[in-house]
């Protein structure tokens, strides 16, 4: 079943965070991925690479969002990457 890899796949990648909870939101109309490490977050500085902002509190690393995230899922299934 195509959903239990995907579900083990995500399973193993949360697992070499290192972190004991996540909690993940999407705007479907965005298309915008949330993935917040604590709740709240309290960011105190953010960096952006590509399509991919990373949330900091200090220097612990609290969240991430991820713009265009269906499109990025879809090339990470075929393998191509973004230019």
Same mark, same amino acid.
Request: hydrophobic share 40%; net charge negative; with cysteine.
């Given at each position: 079943?195509? +959903? /239990? /890899?995907?579900?083990?796949?995500?399973?193993?990648?949360?697992?070499?965070? *290192?972190?004991?909870?996540?909690?993940?939101?999407y705007d479907?109309?965005?298309? #915008?991925?949330? #993935?917040?490490?604590? %709740?709240p977050q309290?960011?105190?500085?953010? %960096?952006? +690479?590509?399509? &991919?902002?990373?949330?900091? %509190?200090? +220097?612990?690393? #609290? *969240? &991430?969002?991820?713009?265009?995230?269906?499109?990025?899922?879809?090339? *990470?299934?075929?393998?191509?990457?973004?230019?």
């Open positions: 079943m195509a +959903e /239990a /890899a995907a579900i083990l796949e995500s399973a193993a990648s949360f697992l070499k965070l *290192g972190v004991k909870k996540q909690w993940l939101d479907e109309e965005a298309d #915008v991925l949330y #993935v917040s490490f604590r %709740r309290k960011a105190t500085d953010s %960096r952006m +690479e590509g399509d &991919v902002i990373y949330h900091y %509190r200090d +220097e612990e690393l #609290v *969240g &991430v969002t991820i713009l265009h995230a269906s499109e990025i899922c879809r090339q *990470g299934e075929t393998g191509s990457q973004q230019p």
